[in-house]
């Protein structure tokens, strides 16, 4: 079973998901200043990470929480 969510990247530097099952839309993250250069998320552990180069910055969210 694959999970129905999308993200989508803003400009201004927040993350957003919307779950296509529950038509639920929550933005995850706001605090990048910059361009997000990569992300990656980790299923098993229910985590979002994103970089931000320009910013030197590595972001953890723990979305389980």
């Known amino acids: 079973m694959y999970d129905k969510r999308i993200v989508s990247f803003m ?8 779950d296509l099952e529950t038509q639920h839309y929550a933005t ?3 605090s990048h200043e910059e361009n997000i250069d990569d992300i990656c998320v980790l299923e098993s552990n229910r985590l979002l ?4 180069g320009s910013e030197e910055v590595i ?3 723990d979305e389980s929480n």
Request: with cysteine; hydrophobic share 50%; net charge positive.
């Open 11 to 18: 400009i201004n530097g927040s993350i957003s998901v919307l």
């Open 28 to 30: 995850i993250m706001r």
């Open 59 to 61: 972001k953890i969210w």
């Open 49 to 52: 990470v994103s970089c931000s």
